[in-house]
């Protein structure tokens, strides 16, 4: 009897480490982390709500997460609502002045909507920071990369100018 407990006790480990280890090399494949447009493993992500720079990147994920899923019936809403909360009144103005006159998104400068984005700080002074946006549109040696100077306000970490660099 000892020998037949010892038995299917071996058999159930044996089977419960299998399915663990299937389940280990399943997982990543399931998750889409193979072809670098879903997630990545071990990727970690943190942010500051006092720090402007990390709330232009905020804004900036948030916003293009919202334009590239313009499918979702959300979209559009979600997008509008970001602008309010991010952009500071004359900012939200000069954006829609510049989507009137070029028919193009005035928090993008495009047409279309970017693969890629980055945020760095590039300097503050006068109550303001300044930070750049790097927007990478498409994959590859031939991606085409376009860079924006946003300004924000120190006190209201409102976002107060954009521009696009040069």
Known sequence: MAIRMRTRRTLLTAATVTAALSLAAVTPALAGTGDGHHTRAAATV???????TQRVADFYG?????????EDPAA?????ALRSFYLSAAAQRKVTAY???EHADGILFAQNV??????AYTGS????ATSRVTLTWG???DAQVTRIDVQSDLRTKKIT????AG
């Open 161 to 164: 100018d954009l521009k696009q």
């Open 125 to 128: 002074g006068a109550g303001h």
């Open 76 to 80: 559009a809403a979600n997008a509008k």
């Open 62 to 70: 948030a916003y293009i997460d919202s334009v590239w899923d313009n």
């Open 99 to 101: 989507e009137a006159e």
């Open 114 to 119: 970017p693969v890629k984005w980055k945020v």
């Open 46 to 52: 943190q942010g500051d709500p006092r720090d402007v």
């Open 139 to 141: 994959d590859g040696s």
